[in-house]
Every structure is written in C-alpha cells, then in structure tokens.
Nanobody, 129 residues
Framework: QLQLVESGGGLVQPGGSLRLSCAAS????????IGWFRQAPGKAREGVSC????????IYADSVQGRFTISKDNAENVVYLQMTSLTPEDKAIYYC??????????????????????WGQGTQVTVSS
C-alpha cells in the first residue's frame, strides 16, 4: 500500500536547523520524483523542493534556495529535507508528495502541486524564539 510519512518537524529558534524525513512505502524511489511542499495558516500551498527519480536533478523555491537541501536514500526509501537558517516565515506544515508519473532514471523534477498525486499527512515546523 502506497504511503508517505513525514517526520522531523518541531519547534526551532530563528537561525536554527531541522531535518525532515519522508519515509515512502509501497513503491520505490527509484521510479518517482518526490517533492516537499508547505502550507502556512491562511496561505496557499507552496512547492518547496523536488528531487528526481535518478537523484541528479533538484529544484528549489526561491524562498528557500541556498538554505534548504533535498536528498534521498534509495536503499532506505527515504527523502530528506535539510533546512538551515530558519526564519519565522518558514513556519508551516510540511508535506512530501509523490509525482504522478513513474519515470525510471529520469531528471524530471516538478514543483507544481498538480503534478503530484500521493501526499503524506504532514509535519509541523514552528520557528520562534
């Protein structure tokens, strides 16, 4: 059964770091791009980052470029989002999602929510002093 489970959220001070994990089951990361999205209260969902099935292509939102790093461990079937230099504007629920289409060894790395069809339940990230 397809499942995505996020973890690693929590409360962190401004300037701090967190690493989010997205554990996938029911399919292999070898064949699908995985994205991270976030939604803050009262705001639209925002694409944060995506990594392609072959791991060679990544994309980031301008708001997190240079601060966040996406990576994955295909053997463990886990995708990570390392977040540094966090600010209160990064406070949101963070979701991971699987791209619609199976693409083996592909550089395909979308960042539009409409390109993703399977979503996790989310993990809360709060940045506050």
């Amino acid at each position: 059964q397809l499942q995505l489970v996020e973890s690693g959220g929590g409360l962190v001070q401004p300037g701090g770091s967190l690493r989010l994990s997205c554990a996938a089951s029911g399919f292999s990361l070898d064949y699908y791009a995985i994205g991270w999205f976030r939604q803050a209260p009262g705001k639209a969902r925002e694409g944060v980052s995506c990594i392609s099935s072959n791991g060679r292509s990544t994309i980031y939102a301008d708001s997190v470029q240079g601060r966040f790093t996406i990576s994955k461990d295909n053997a463990e079937n886990v995708v990570y989002l390392q977040m540094t230099s966090l600010t209160p504007e990064d406070k949101a629920i963070y979701y991971c999602a699987r791209a619609d289409f199976m693409m083996d060894n592909s550089d395909y790395a979308p960042l539009s929510g409409s390109d993703f069809s399977a979503w996790g339940q989310g993990t809360q990230v709060t940045v506050s002093s």
